[in-house]
């Protein structure tokens, strides 16, 4: 089981001081709070991709370099790339890149984007953004697949001998997660190819995304490739903790109350209770989140959202103090229990020792 965060990179106002961070802060506090998510013993840092205000993040595998080079054993990934109105060539060399510089600590997580102005920027319409999803994902694969590359589409120009460069470290692309918070095409895509699907349930009731998962699942079986049980699955979430779950209510409420996305909506119990979100004590976050797995079942990787709605720097970084000091009974609770069957959550490592056995079983070259 993988436990991480990761980070819409939205700049707003911390509501009970007034103070906005600029972009320079919040770019530089997305770094010190990955080197804190490996600090605590996390194993997942992620970041989005967005092209518009209020967020910063237009360069995840930029800034997933940087921090490459000042961690060692956390694992980077996005949260999401935006395979719509990215050029896939683009997408396959950066993170190809990526990966040799982090030494195979690197992952991506794909998907459409909501925010309908982006589109025409990049030249596209978003009306299309299911089959430029499908497109440009035929694509990628190919080009971190195949050495010599002829494609034809209807979305791009085509491409006549063209190899994608760097190659995959050791021969073995990024795994690749697909994201999604409501379009079932998605979670086809995920389960057609044999990927990792993460169901962002980090707004809507959880029964809306487990019948994304349970697709998901159906369809990965109906590929053959393995059980529904061994379908990999990733989740998001949200907390605030403090030692008491009176002071976290008290202390969190006015950030909630303000928040761009669900500020001005309903309150925060009712919130907390419908959706993945806690706010409370360690103890309460920990009975939350480990009852993910009764609506999910077993899966591979959660992550939280802790930096946003104008929290400060230092307050993010107690929460994952908090989250560090309950980790071991997060990582004992998901572990008792689970089905011998559930695979592990995707690492390089696995992945380059399961193209070698592949390899020989078929008396294929590795």
């Known amino acids: ?27 530089k506090a997305s770094v010190a709070i990955a080197k804190k998510a490996e600090e605590v013993g996390l194993d997942v840092y992620a970041i989005g991709e967005h092209h518009n205000r209020p967020f910063f993040s237009s360069s995840p595998s930029t800034t997933l370099a940087y921090i490459a080079a ?29 990966q040799h510089l982090a030494n195979g600590r690197v992952d991506i997580m794909l998907g459409r984007g909501n ?26 694969r190919k080009l971190w697949d195949e050495d010599v590359v002829n494609w034809e589409g209807r979305f791009r120009t085509p491409l006549q001998n063209f190899t994608a460069t760097p190659r995959p470290l050791d021969g073995v692309a990024p ?16 389960a057609y190819y044999g990927d990792g699907f993460f169901a962002n349930n980090i707004f809507w009731p959880k029964e809306h995304f487990q019948r994304l998962v349970t697709l998901y699942r159906e369809r990965f079986e109906h590929y053959g490739h393995g059980t529904a ?5 990733g989740l998001g979430g949200q907390f605030f903790m403090r030692k008491n779950s009176q002071d976290a209510v008290r202390e969190f409420r006015p950030y909630f ?5 669900y500020g001005h909506g309903p309150s925060l ?16 976050f920990l009975e939350k989140t480990l009852s993910f797995r009764e609506t999910f079942g077993d899966y591979q990787r959660q992550l939280f959202l802790v930096d946003h709605a104008g929290l400060p720097l230092k307050t993010v970084l107690e929460q994952l103090d908090l989250l560090g000091e309950v980790l071991p009974e997060l990582r004992k609770g998901f572990a008792e229990g689970r089905a011998p069957e559930a695979p592990e959550g995707p690492t390089h490592a696995s ?16």
């Open 1 to 27: 089981m993988q436990i991480g965060i990761f980070s819409v990179s939205d700049i707003t106002a911390d509501p009970t001081t007034g103070v906005t961070p600029s972009e320079n802060d919040r770019i």
């Open 70 to 98: 000042q961690t060692e054993r956390i694992l980077l990934s996005t949260s999401t790339t935006l395979i719509t109105t990215n050029d896939p060539v683009k997408i396959a060399e950066d993170f190809a890149m990526l």
């Open 115 to 140: 925010t309908a102005p982006v589109y025409p920027w990049f030249g596209k319409n978003i009306q299309d953004g299911v089959n430029l999803a499908i497109e440009n994902y035929s694509l990628l």
């Open 175 to 190: 795994f690749v997660w697909h994201g999604s918070i409501r379009t079932p095409q998605i979670a086809e895509l995920a």
């Open 229 to 233: 049980k061994q379908a990999v699955v």
């Open 257 to 261: 109350d303000n928040a761009p996305v």
């Open 269 to 284: 119990e009712d919130f907390t209770s419908q959706t993945p979100l806690t706010v409370g004590s360690p103890q309460e």
């Open 351 to 366: 992945r380059v020792e399961a193209k070698a056995q592949a390899a020989e079983i078929t008396g294929t070259e590795a």
